[in-house]
């Protein structure tokens, strides 16, 4: 049975599949931080949704990346976390 990453793999080696994911993955980075932050400390979507007032189908599109966060609800996000926000630009990889 061929496993996730060997399929990865496999697919990873089309050069247009690559700048796609590439071209995704500053939003997949957010996604899995607001995802790790939240599970990370046991907090459901309801129960951050109470601590931060945002609507907890609004946290759910978040997650599902149906929705784009602005800056201030990342902030909004981190502070109902007990969290701050940090945001950084670093070098890209070379070829």
Known sequence: ??????????????PELVREYEAIQPEMDVIRAIVNARTSQNLTQ???????????????????????????????????????LKIEFIPKQKV
């Open 46 to 84: 309801n129960e951050l949704a109470k601590r931060t007032g945002i609507n907890q189908a609004d946290i759910s599109k978040l997650e599902n990346g149906t929705r784009n966060p602005s800056v201030n609800l990342l902030k909004r996000l981190a502070e109902g976390m007990g969290m701050s």
């Open 1 to 14: 049975m061929k496993t996730f990453e060997d399929y990865k793999k496999q697919q990873m080696q089309d």
